[in-house]
């Protein structure tokens, strides 16, 4: 037997609270960052506070109908991880498919889990990535120019994106930590570890915090230029200013 498992992002924060209140599933498993639901027989439904969605052997309905509900807009344009679920005798995890010898709610919970992760992480490489190609704009114009047509106000605003950037992923993606469940059964760690793996999960998150730390040291060494021709400025107008009440003492001398 095989099922479907689809994992969106939002790009933004899920209330789990109002969720909850608004809709009459059953709900099987809730923590304060996540919820986890079930429409039918292995049919799931996963939330995770900081803004992911998954899917497992649900209907298009059922998934339009939360969709909704959560205002998640157009799937398509959601970062996004799709997999295939089988029944099989050992653990395995390929491309797009994940093979277990059953589907229990701890497998399904394991494997929800992960691909949130997931997804998540693919929505803050998305962000990153165009946060390092605005730098990378200054950049070229410092290389090509020698200097970077870039405001006081321009630069204030890109270092609070990257630090909002790198608060959020620290206070939402606790990308190494797994559920308690995974450490008291053999097989349920071996899923995780495989998903992880598969997903490469550990080096995507190590990958952002990289590029966080690049963009950073770049939007410093321009504030720092930025500082010193803003000081600079400062200095010629001082020294106009000293200049002209010379000029004016010597001026009223003479007359």
């Avoid at 992002?9 to 789990?16: A, F, N, P, Q, V």
């Avoid at 966080?212 to 930025?226: A, G, P, T, W, Y």
Wanted: hydrophobic content about 45%; glycine content about 2%.
């Amino acid at each position: 037997m095989q099922y479907s498992v689809q994992a969106y992002h939002l790009g933004k924060r899920i209330d789990l609270k109002s969720f909850r209140s608004s809709v009459s599933f059953s709900l099987l498993k809730r923590e304060p960052s996540f919820l986890l639901y079930e429409f039918d027989k292995e049919a799931y439904l996963y939330l995770k506070d900081y803004g992911s969605v998954v899917f497992l052997n649900c209907s298009e309905q059922q998934i339009n109908n939360v969709s909704q509900i959560l205002k998640a807009g157009e799937k398509t344009k959601l970062p996004s991880e799709v997999y295939a679920i089988e029944l099989a005798e050992s653990i395995e995890v390929d491309f797009d498919r994940i093979k277990v010898q059953e589907l229990t709610l701890d497998v399904a919970h394991i494997i929800m889990l992960n691909l949130a992760q997931s997804v998540a992480l693919m929505y803050y490489l998305n962000t990153t990535a165009t946060l390092h190609e605005n730098t990378l704009i200054y950049a070229k114009q410092l290389e090509q120019k020698g200097k970077i047509n870039l405001s006081k106000k321009k630069m204030l605003v890109f270092i609070g994106k990257t630090m909002n950037l790198k608060n959020s992923i620290a206070e939402n993606l606790f990308i190494f930590d797994s559920p308690d469940l995974a450490w008291s059964n053999e097989n349920l760690s071996a899923l995780d570890n495989k998903i992880k793996s598969e997903l490469d999960i550990v080096n995507r998150h190590h990958g952002i915090q990289y590029n966080l730390n690049v963009i950073k040291e770049n939007l410093d060494l321009f504030n720092d230029m930025l500082q010193h021709k803003y000081s600079s400025m400062l200095e010629w107008i001082i020294i106009i200013l000293i200049l002209f009440e010379v000029v004016h003492v010597i001026i009223e001398k003479i007359s």
